[in-house]
């Protein structure tokens, strides 16, 4: 299906109210909602990290889907260096619960560590529309860090556009992409040949799945 009415536009810090609500729509009866404590408190965390990116880290993109006036989904892509050791987030708030945060992080770190090792690559954490991307690539390394779709618009092509968008850009820097994914959404990332590194000692709702650059071939991994 065509949806001639979806654009996808810039992000700017007046988006930022509607990402907040749109992350907690979109992660609920999830297993990643569990991180999420929905309070004023931890809405207000969100919305100063992100706009905190915005001012502060001129590395990272946001992008925005928007259909018929209002944000459907959005993706934060860091261009940072693969080896730089940046603090991702801000010190968490109170209403947060931040050992659950900690031990998250902990995992999905140690997890792209045993996969990747040293490898240069793209890493997506979290998650068709009908216009030409290409006016978007730049010669920057990107990792698609977050990628939030709202519930009634999930299996609609959103995730996989934007997907298709960080695959071409890492076939032309010759760089492996590599995901968290959600168990439930791995055969999405299958679609576009990521492969499942999971480690048979860790039983987790979370997949480590990697994709090599189509200018490579298996053998070389």
């Known amino acids: 299906m065509v949806h001639s009415t979806r654009t996808l536009q810039p992000f700017s810090e007046a988006d930022i109210p509607a990402a ?3 992350l907690f729509t979109s992660f609920h009866d999830t297993e990643v ?3 999420f404590t929905d309070t004023p408190g931890a809405r207000q965390w969100w ?22 006036g209002k944000m459907i989904a959005f993706s934060k892509w860091d261009m940072s260096r693969f080896d730089e050791n940046t603090t991702p987030y801000l010190p968490w708030h109170p209403d947060m619960n931040s050992e659950a945060w900690e031990q998250f992080l902990i995992y999905i770190m140690r997890e792209r560590k045993r996969v990747m090792g040293s490898r240069r690559h793209y890493c997506e954490r979290s998650l068709s529309l009908p216009l030409d991307l290409a006016s978007l690539v730049t ?23 934007l997907l298709r968008w960080g695959c071409r850009q890492a076939d032309c820097d010759r760089v492996y992409v590599y995901t968290d994914a959600i168990s439930d959404e791995s055969r999405l990332f299958e679609k576009f040949d990521f492969l499942d590194y999971s480690s048979p000692v ?3 709702w979370l997949v480590p799945m990697v994709r090599i650059p189509a200018v490579c071939t298996e053998s070389e991994w």
């Open 20 to 22: 907040v609500s749109l």
């Open 33 to 35: 909602r569990k991180l």
């Open 47 to 68: 919305h100063d990290t992100i706009c905190n990116d915005l001012q502060q880290k001129q590395n990272q993109t946001y992008l925005k889907v928007m259909e018929r």
């Open 139 to 161: 010669d920057i390394p990107a990792d698609l860090d977050t990628l939030v779709i709202h519930p009634d618009h999930q299996g609609t092509g959103a995730a996989s556009t």
């Open 202 to 204: 860790f039983d987790n």
